[in-house]
């Protein structure tokens, strides 16, 4: 299943769920377990010219040419300092795969439905439609992202253009 397949229709239908748990700053988010391909440790990345600033480069993955981003960056979330546990999360988007830098990567989670809370209110200057939800586990909280939210489209078109310049 790819990121863009998962909705809250799906979180709906009362089966066990689960997502790949990480850390960004002191906060824990998670994504869908079947979006993830593997998780690697930071590479080497070719920077773009004119890319965003979340943007870090394009990286080869065994013959594969694949955008990184820095999802704190996009997030406005302030990195741990000398952290040895960053590490790029491999995702499929629509086909395509995309790595994300996270801090680190905590554990698998698996829930019910029933666990996960809606999204709070948030200020309307706030776009927050990629956060599907808030999963609760006793005195923590993880926020439920959907990365392809996270990066708009015109994001989705610069991710687009650099793989064709590579």
């Given at each position: 299943?790819?990121?863009?397949?998962?909705?809250?229709?799906?979180?709906?239908?009362?089966?066990?769920?689960?997502?790949?748990?990480?850390?960004?700053?002191?906060?824990?988010?998670?994504?869908?377990?079947?979006?993830?391909?593997?998780?690697?440790?930071?590479?080497?990345?070719?920077?773009?010219p004119k890319a965003p600033p979340h943007f870090?480069?394009?990286?080869?993955?065994?013959?594969?040419?694949?955008?990184?981003?820095?999802?704190?960056?996009?997030?406005?979330?302030?990195?741990?300092?000398?952290?040895?546990?960053?590490?790029?999360?491999?995702?499929?988007?629509?086909?395509?795969?995309?790595?994300?830098?996270?801090?680190?990567?905590?554990?698998?989670?698996?829930?019910?439905?029933?666990?996960?809370?809606?999204?709070?209110?948030?200020?309307?200057?706030?776009?927050?439609?990629?956060?599907?939800?808030?999963?609760?586990?006793?005195?923590?909280l993880t926020v439920l992202l959907d990365?392809?939210?996270?990066?708009?489209?015109?994001?989705?078109?610069?991710?687009?253009?650099?793989?064709?310049?590579?």
């Amino acid at each position: 299943m790819s990121i863009e397949n998962f909705n809250k229709e799906t979180l709906k239908n009362g089966d066990v769920h689960r997502f790949l748990e990480f850390s960004l700053g002191a906060e824990d988010y998670a994504i869908p377990l079947l979006s993830v391909r593997e998780v690697i440790s930071v590479p080497e990345t070719t920077p773009i010219p004119k890319a965003p600033p979340h943007f870090l480069g394009i990286m080869n993955l065994r013959g594969q040419v694949i955008s990184v981003v820095d999802l704190r960056t996009k997030l406005k979330i302030k990195a741990k300092e000398e952290n040895a546990e960053e590490s790029v999360i491999i995702v499929d988007i629509n086909g395509m795969n995309l790595g994300i830098v996270v801090d680190s990567i905590n554990k698998v989670l698996a829930f019910n439905t029933n666990e996960i809370n809606e999204v709070p209110e948030i200020d309307t200057q706030v776009n927050a439609d990629y956060i599907q939800g808030v999963y609760r586990k006793e005195d923590t909280l993880t926020v439920l992202l959907d990365v392809a939210k996270v990066l708009d489209l015109s994001d989705m078109k610069a991710l687009s253009g650099a793989r064709k310049a590579a």
